[in-house]
């Protein structure tokens, strides 16, 4: 039968109509779990039905077609990231930003750093081989393992200190001063609780000492300082 139920061959033999299956008659979900009765078996797919898409009412036929694809591959309706800025309207204007991963250029998509299918990860994240951060598929040297660790690279990873898809500030940095970013964490009334961090610098915070990371310069890990002054 197919996905689409009894053939024309069923309908010119006297068969009855009403049993062949019309997507444009079908409501998103009824549409998907369809085709999902092949597709769910596959590793990527395989999340749908809990993804954050399938929630929000996008299905298959949202942005797949078997009939007016615009590339073989995957049967999409249209060309990344295009498709994606339909809904993902904040993402586009992320990317029109100085600083950016160069999604616009194609040099990488979204389906590179997200699964749309769905994943168990935060923003529905792929991973590394590892299956760390998938920010260390690209960005191996970042990744370690170090002696000494920053702690938010393992616990709140690259997003603590980064916006992934665009910013205003040089490497895709949240705050324009670097010593503002690190004073978030490193301040002196979080002092006394042990588990926070150490608290900031002694010195004087003028224009000279702005960038901690113009001495902390290793600030992803090291091997042989604990304050990230040496690789």
């Known amino acids: 039968e197919g996905c689409h ?3 024309k061959a069923h309908v010119d033999g006297g068969g009855d109509v009403t049993k062949i299956v019309n997507f ?5 979900e009824e549409a998907s779990k369809r085709c999902l009765s092949c597709h769910a078996t596959e590793h990527e797919q395989g999340n ?7 929630s929000a009412g996008v299905g298959c036929t949202s942005c ?8 073989q591959k995957a049967l999409l309706i249209a060309k990344q990231p295009q498709l994606c800025y339909e809904c993902h309207t904040v993402q586009r204007a992320e990317f029109d930003r100085p600083y950016r991963h160069r999604v616009n250029q194609g040099l990488i998509t979204c389906n590179d750093c997200h699964n749309v299918h769905g994943r168990t990860r935060t923003s529905q ?9 998938v920010c260390f598929k690209c960005h191996r040297d970042k990744k370690g393992p170090f002696v000494f660790e920053h702690l938010p690279v393992k616990t709140e990873g690259c997003s603590s200190c980064h916006t992934p898809h665009g910013s205003t500030n040089p ?3 949240k705050v324009a001063q670097v010593n503002q970013l690190c004073l978030q964490c490193h301040t002196l009334a979080l002092s006394n609780v042990p588990s926070q961090p150490p608290i900031g610098p002694a010195h004087s915070q ?8 113009m001495c902390h310069a290793f600030i992803h890990g090291s091997n042989f300082s604990e304050v990230f002054f040496k690789p």
Do not use: I, M, V
């Open 48 to 54: 749908f039905p809990r993804s954050a898409h399938f």
């Open 5 to 7: 139920g009894p053939g």
């Open 206 to 213: 003028d224009q000279k000492y702005q960038a901690c990371t």
């Open 171 to 173: 490497r895709l940095l």
């Open 64 to 71: 797949h077609s078997p009939h007016k694809a615009w590339s």
């Open 125 to 133: 994240l792929r991973a590394s081989a590892e299956q760390d951060q």
């Open 24 to 28: 444009e008659n079908l409501s998103t």
